[in-house]
């Protein structure tokens, strides 16, 4: 089997697990008033270089968004994102079901530009529309494309000139930040976006995203929402002691270099065989297209791939990721199948 089906289907880094192993039978307080969530907390502030950014530790990335979302936005108040946005396709309607619009936008490669936000908020004149207050970013994008430092910061102002807030899902910003041609750092963060998250889940750990409130406006009451939301875990420590192992060093990064570098063999060896690509590759989650005849092959071979979509002329494309806990066995393996 060679797993390049998603980035989350391991467990947990071996740090990670040596650190729940070895506090597995201490006894804290719960709900994330603990030691370790403090000191996670604290780590995760002097990483992005905002003593003052409240930071808050939940389970998982609809969680995420549902919660931020909710806590920031009054009833008559929309989130605008790119139409490939999680939070469009990918959370059964979570942020709509609890109150809230989001505004789709047909882009061309899933990536939001301040001529979006213009259109949207032209239309969105009376009040006879609900008001758009916040966009919604992901990056990586759900098309495995990254923002650079020019165009957040083009969006922040576009934002800043109609008074909405930017959100950003970083549900895999480790590997945004360590793509080859990225030139954002964590310290970037906090000047560009409202509120962001830090991606545990997709990047080593068994579960958990790191939420970075950086707009003073937002953090009143925000762990009164969190609790409304079902978004604080008793245990939870175990969120604490994670982001803990992750950040006391470079392990986020290191794991985000990881599932890059693995990819970019991937991206040379599929290139070099004269196959395109839906999006231009650059980050640990690709797009390949391939005559239909080689998925077939690569399901009789055994690789595990996210499903694929036809695009004519005989032709798919897959969605392929690589992991924290991808082998260089698997890549080879795959390469060969490929030049066969």
């Known amino acids: 089997m060679i797993f390049f089906k998603n980035d ?11 650190a729940l192993v070895s506090t597995n039978m201490e006894n804290t307080v719960g709900y994330g008033m603990d030691e370790y969530t403090a000191q996670a907390a604290d780590a995760i502030r002097a990483k992005v270089g905002c003593p003052d950014a409240a930071v808050y530790l939940t389970m998982a990335g609809t969680q995420t968004n549902l919660t931020v979302i909710g806590a ?6 929309a989130v605008i994102s790119a139409e490939t946005g999680h939070v469009c396709v990918h959370e059964a309607g979570a942020i709509e079901a609890t109150g809230h619009k989001v505004i789709h936008v047909p882009t061309e490669d899933g990536k939001l530009r301040p001529a979006d936000i213009d259109k949207v908020m032209k239309q969105h004149c009376n009040a ?16 495995g494309l990254t923002y650079n430092k020019a165009e957040l910061k083009a969006l922040r102002e576009k934002c800043d000139e109609h008074g909405l807030y930017v959100f950003m899902d970083g549900a895999r910003l480790a590997m945004a930040l360590t793509q080859k041609d990225n030139d954002l750092k964590f310290t970037d963060l906090p000047e560009l976006c409202d509120v962001f998250y830090i991606g545990g889940t997709k990047c080593g750990v068994l579960f958990g995203e790191a939420i970075v409130i950086v707009n003073d406006s937002m953090k009143p009451d925000f762990n009164r929402i969190m609790k409304q939301k079902g978004a604080v875990l008793a245990k939870g420590r175990l969120l604490g002691v994670q982001f803990k192992a992750m950040f006391d060093g470079d392990l986020y990064l290191e794991l ?13 060896a599929i290139a070099g065989n004269e196959y395109e690509f839906m999006w231009p590759p650059c980050s640990n989650m690709i797009f390949p297209i391939f005559p239909l005849s080689v998925v077939k092959k690569l399901d009789e071979a055994g690789v595990l791939y996210d499903d694929f979509e036809e695009v004519g002329d005989g032709k798919a494309a897959m969605r392929l ?3 924290w806990s991808t082998t260089q066995e698997e890549v080879d393996e795959f390469i060969k199948l490929i030049e066969k």
Do not use: F
């Not at 985000?256 to 040379?268: M, P, T």
């Open 8 to 18: 989350y289907g391991s467990g947990a880094h071996p740090k990670v697990l040596e």
């Open 321 to 323: 990721c690589t992991s």
């Open 72 to 77: 920031t936005l009054r009833p008559h108040e």
């Open 256 to 268: 985000g270099q990881h599932c890059n570098d693995l990819a970019q063999q991937l991206i040379s």
């Open 128 to 143: 006879h529309w609900v008001r758009p207050k916040m966009i919604y970013i992901s990056n990586l994008t759900e098309t």
